[in-house]
Structure formats: C-alpha cells, structure tokens
C-alpha cells in the first residue's frame, strides 16, 4: 500500500486505483466491508447471502470503476451496487427473512445500560421487519448507515422530496407498529 491513505478521501483513492495502482482498492475494500455488510444483512437478512451480495458489490464496482464520476460521492454509488445486488436476491428468493439478532452497541457502560440497549436494539428490529422494506430501508439508511437525505436519494434512486416523506412515513408506521407490540 502507498503511504498516508487513511488521508485520502475515497474519491482520491478512487482516482489513484484508476490511474496508476489497482493495489490500492483493498483500502476502499477496508474502509466499507462492514459498512456495507450491515446494509446488505438489512436487506435480504442473511448473512451468506449478505456476504456475497458485498463480494459481488466489490467486483462490480472494481470492474466499473473507470465509469465513476469522482466529482460525486464514493460511497453513494457503491451503496447503490449493494443496493442493487441486494434487491436481485430479493426478487430471485421471495422471500423475507428475519434480522440477525447481532446488531452490536459497543459500550464501557455497565452491565444494566448494554441490556436495555440490547431489548431496545431487539425491539426495533421487531419493529422493522414489521414494516415494509419500502419504509425499513430508508429509515436503517438514515439512523443506522447515518446517510443524509441526498444520499439516500442517489442510493435508492429517488426523488429528495419522497425520501423525506418516506422517512415520514416510516417513522409513523414504526411507532404504530413498536405501540402495538
């Protein structure tokens, strides 16, 4: 690897990789695995096939990389191929499974703190698969991937306005959903 990569945006490492060492993509690898992991396991809710809709991510995205307009956000596009990946599954499978029970809350807080974290973390997943994916994905894309309005729009290939209306919406059915339970 070459020196201070850490620095780089993804962008830069993007435009490196395209220009003169492909060696350096194990960066862009390093820095979104688990990022795009946890968005793939919150789509088709399997870890086998959530790993491999992320290998297959990276490959499109290698292979397509001389297509990336690196005036726009790295991160919004690969998240569209896993997106787009994921939904193949989707489709081919028909069918909806549960969330893994992992989703992990790192803490130094006592004992007591990580289990209400841990039935409050458990009660939302609940909640979610409860909820069509048209309004789980936008919601785990704000609050868990922590994207802004724009990049959920890039990443799911809609309007700015109907991303906020979603997340709206979401939000009303979830807590009418997390009530009933």
């Not at 395209?18 to 194990?26: G, M, T």
């Not at 039935?119 to 789980?136: F, H, N, Q």
């Not at 990049?151 to 906020?164: C, F, K, N, R």
Request: with cysteine; hydrophobic share 35%.
């Amino acid at each position: 690897m070459e020196q201070n990569t850490e620095n780089l945006s993804d962008e830069e490492v993007v435009q490196k990789v395209r220009s003169f060492d492909q060696e350096l993509y194990a960066v862009i690898v390093d820095r979104y695995q688990g990022k795009l992991l946890r968005y793939a396991l919150s789509l088709i809710k399997d870890e086998q096939q959530s790993l491999d809709v992320v290998q297959e991510s990276f490959i499109k995205a290698f292979v397509n990389l001389q297509g990336f307009d690196t005036k726009k956000k790295f991160s919004s596009w690969i998240y569209r191929i896993v997106h787009n990946e994921a939904m193949n599954i989707i489709k081919k499978y028909h069918k909806e499974t549960p969330l893994l029970d992992g989703i992990d809350f790192p803490s130094d807080e006592n004992i007591e703190d990580d289990f209400t974290k841990q039935e409050i973390t458990d009660a939302v997943k609940k909640c979610l698969r409860e909820i069509p994916l048209l309004y789980s994905e936008p919601l785990e894309l704000r609050y868990v991937e922590e994207k802004s309005y724009e990049e959920i729009s890039d990443i799911l290939h809609i309007p700015l306005g109907t991303v906020a209306i979603r997340i709206s919406r979401a939000k009303k059915v979830m807590k009418r959903v997390c009530q009933k339970n």
